[in-house]
């Protein structure tokens, strides 16, 4: 079973969410996510200055089984992208909590970040789908 860290919120699309300075927020995809995907190879994100919506895909991640879409858990303005996941895309395998994130935003709404899962609500999820 995947380790959940309780400090994040979490996504019903297997996004993570750390709460940053001020009104920012890192976001990734779990643990789950990418065991479910398998090795990945390529990873799209948004340009720093993006402004995103909640809900709309943002990216890809291509792994060597699939290609799936990532989706804004967040809507605000991309602030910060990992450009080392363009040499090394693996990260996200290897540690999707730390050195694999995504990208960073500046929320609209500091409270939405409040609203998505708990670790025990995104526990339940995946419990549900393993």
Do not use: C
Not at 40 to 67: A, H, M, R, W, Y
Not at 71 to 89: Q, Y
Not at 101 to 126: N, Q
């Amino acid at each position: 079973m995947s380790s959940v860290p309780q400090e994040l919120r979490f996504t019903q699309d297997h996004e993570w969410l750390a709460s940053g300075d001020q009104d920012t927020v890192r976001i990734g995809i779990t643990d789950y996510a990418q065991q479910q995907l398998g090795d990945v190879v390529f990873v799209q994100l948004p340009q720093v200055g993006d402004n995103i919506s909640q809900g709309e895909t943002i990216g890809e991640v291509e792994s060597t089984k699939s290609v799936s879409d990532v989706f804004a858990p967040v809507t605000g303005e991309v602030v910060s992208r990992n450009e080392e996941l363009e040499e090394s895309p693996e990260l996200v395998n290897s540690d999707p909590y730390g050195a694999g994130w995504m990208i960073e935003v500046r929320l609209a709404d500091p409270k939405a970040f409040e609203e998505l899962l708990d670790a025990d609500g995104y526990s339940e999820l995946i419990a549900g789908q393993e």
